[in-house]
């Protein structure tokens, strides 16, 4: 007889599950889980206007059309991205002028694992990797080395060319002072500046040996590096992952680029949902989880918060253009979820949706939900939701954050609120599909033979989708 030989700490039971076992976060208004959780039930609306050494100068120009933002509120982490490097082994003069998501990331790994139980407690640290949805595009360190670099060239150049009077002194002092007025840049900082830095940095802190990557698949990217970190577990690659997402800092730069795009809210406001809707905002933070096999995590008396239970992605092929949303590839990312999971559609409590506050995509959203779910014979009995209506839109690190909002429900048995949905559009509101808008916190009743379950979604500009099928744990199992 030929033995079955299973990779190291799978389950012989067929169980696939994985358990988030450990979570730590920073989002608008929470510094960390405890408050991010509290904030969510009590209904805080943590969206505002930019800090103070938030400087959109060359954005928000009346005068020109060629760049002009109409609007700068969003959820801000402000004095909140906060950071002692000493308590990390690294030299304060590295962190400021670098890209604060990377020290944000790296506190917030160490708290996880905190959280998780395991700070202090054994653990096979080779096979622990680190994966996280992180994007490539414009921060707060490379716009201040590009400052620092071309623009400071460029200002000077245009200087000489219409005052030839000036000396070479002049502008050396000249550039000096251009110099100190910005954020410091050099050879302490420059690896801050490498994208996936925020991923190595925390395996090199943290000791931990397993692979160390960053995704950029856009707003999608906290559930794509999720489904990798799945993957790895359940094939038995690892036996931990730490994995999330992180957007720790909005230029006005990119601010600009959506306004451009006509994504964001003319009335500042995002309203999920809402007949009223007219764009998102765009908000900062970072949130991660602790994952391990729910057999390991059970085994050894791990808390569990919630459990995935299968994940689907996709992508919308030839939409009608490249940022616009396909109802027929988010539907496909659906099913995969549910076949992965191996449960049904009508299982599910609660849905925390992309809900970015455009009409088009909230109702391209819904009416993909409406198709895998199917028509309700009794009435809407499923809530929906979004955290982005609270801290609007964190980018890369959205997914985690309905994520880890998703898993406390769970936990907590709770359905959370959600915010600015007064009036809601028809397929949440005339009893054509099987989803309201659950817009008040209520105890989370439930009398079913099933565990409550529930199920995020995640969608990315250029065609990327995620859904991902959670289930509470069970006392007991």
Known sequence: MTAVVRPPGLSGDGDRAIAIVGAACTFPGARNLGEFWENVIAKV??????????????????????????????????????????????????????????????????????????????????????ILGHGTFLNRGSVTALQHSQLIAQTLRILRELHPEHSADELRELKAALKANLPPFSTDTAPALVPNMVAGRIANRLDLMGPNFTVDAACASSLIAVHQAVRDLQSGRCDMAITGGIHAATPPIVVLGFCMLGAISRRQQIRPFDEAADGTLLGEGVGMMVLRRRADAVRDGDRIYAVIRGIGTSSDGRAVGLLAPRLEGEELALRRAYDDAGVPPASIGLVETHGTGTPVGDAIEIQALARVFGAPPDGPWCAVGSVKSMISHTMEAAGAAGLIKTALALHHKVLPPTLNCEDPIPELKDGSTPFYANTETRPWIHGGETPRRAAVSAFGFGGINAHVVLEEQADGA
């Open 45 to 130: 609306d943590a969206v505002g206007d930019p800090p103070a050494d938030w400087d959109p100068e060359g954005c928000f120009d009346p005068e020109t059309g060629e760049a002009e933002a109409y609007g700068a509120r969003g959820g801000y982490l402000g004095d909140l991205a906060a950071f002692e490097p000493l308590a990390f082994g690294i030299m304060p003069r590295a962190v400021d002028g670098g890209e604060p998501g990377q020290y944000l990331a790296l506190a917030t790994a160490h708290d996880a694992l905190a959280d998780a139980g395991y700070l202090d407690r054994p653990f096979d640290r080779q096979r622990t990797e680190v």
